[in-house]
């Protein structure tokens, strides 16, 4: 037996619930890992985990040995990085989740500066907005926009999005440009709503102009969970669209959507890198979110403090 392939593939067996999702991210067979988790448990001569025909549940000494191994994993790979012949650049694989706009527009064209830098990172990249089992997924870290609800994530603020509403021409010579955001709720208007992947009705769009303040969520003949078809749908005149300002900006210039009430001010969507607590930040994944952090100074900037708040 391989014991660190065995402490491996028990720790993902416990993330995962499964010996078949802890297989497909180990890139093992089902049958490997289930050997290698009962070769383990002969070696211990304890019970690591309770099987059922439907469910895999860690033992109360599994969940005990489960913290130490995340503990010797960790300082194994801190040791091999710290030998005087090992490599100082970080290497390996990086299995990350994003919002599709953002990779399309922003990480993509700026991803050949992060592998000119570190050329020895590679990645499984999920391009998405829905919901990420991180652990159970064995999902390094993901990008989000709007507020993490998830408490058992540690999150990092990474950035601030400002949004404005948009229409396309075709949508505004159909139904006209309506003068006030109530009109989106007290008229013909409609939007495309976006579906937050962590339920509810949509994000309650506050928007202020001295001291008015509305909160819309508006009518809607369109519901969608892509940013890129939320968008598509918005140019193709389906409805009105709250947009952060990068996603906007190259449609608006080329007059494919017109900016609404501009003269009202939209509370900001936040953006933030979210991982695990109870996995190691490694090398990879530090000049990674390093690396994210400095990607969103340039496109959407955090508030600069002011001295002496915060």
């Known amino acids: 037996m391989d014991r660190l392939d065995a402490m491996k593939a028990f720790v993902r067996v416990v993330e995962a619930g499964s010996f078949t ?24 001569r304890i019970k690591l985990l309770n099987r059922t025909t439907r469910k895999v549940n860690v033992t109360a000494d599994g969940a005990l ?37 953002f990779a399309t527009l922003i990480l993509m064209p700026a991803l050949p500066q992060f592998h000119a830098r570190y050329p ?23 990008v989000r926009g709007g507020e993490i609800l998830d408490q058992s994530l540690v999150a990092r603020r990474v950035g601030e999005l400002r949004l404005g509403v948009y229409a396309a021409p075709s949508y505004l010579a159909r139904l006209g440009v309506p003068e006030h955001p109530r009109a989106l709720v007290d008229s013909d ?27 819309l969520h508006g009518k809607h003949i369109l519901s969608i969970d892509d940013g890129n078809a939320y968008l598509a749908a918005g140019i193709a005149g389906l409805g009105v669209l ?15 959507l017109v900016q609404l009430f501009d003269d009202w001010r939209i509370d900001p969507m936040p953006m933030y890198i979210a991982y695990p607590p109870n996995r190691h930040v490694s090398k ?3 000049v990674f979110i390093d690396w994210i952090v400095e990607l969103m100074a340039q496109h959407a900037p955090l508030p600069a403090r002011v001295p002496g708040q915060g």
Not at 21 to 42: D, G, I, N, P, W
Not at 120 to 142: H, K, P, Q, W, Y
């Open 242 to 256: 709250w947009l952060p300002d990068y996603m906007a900006r190259m449609h608006l210039e080329k007059g494919a």
């Open 189 to 215: 208007h409609r939007m495309v709503r976006f579906l937050w992947s962590r339920g509810g009705n949509g994000f309650p769009y506050a928007m202020h102009r001295g001291e008015e303040s509305v909160k």
């Open 21 to 44: 999702k802890a297989a497909r991210t180990l890139h093992m067979s089902r049958t490997t890992v289930t050997h290698l988790v009962q070769q383990l448990e002969a070696h211990l």
């Open 120 to 142: 020895d990172i590679a990645f499984d990249m999920g391009a998405s907005d829905r919901r990420v089992d991180l652990v159970g997924e064995n999902v390094d870290c993901v």
């Open 65 to 101: 040995y489960y913290e130490r191994i995340l503990r010797v994993l960790a300082e194994l790979e801190d040791v091999e990085a710290s030998l005087p012949g090992a490599s100082a650049a970080p290497r390996g694989l990086l299995r990350v989740d994003v919002p599709s706009p």
């Open 284 to 286: 990879k994944l530090r």
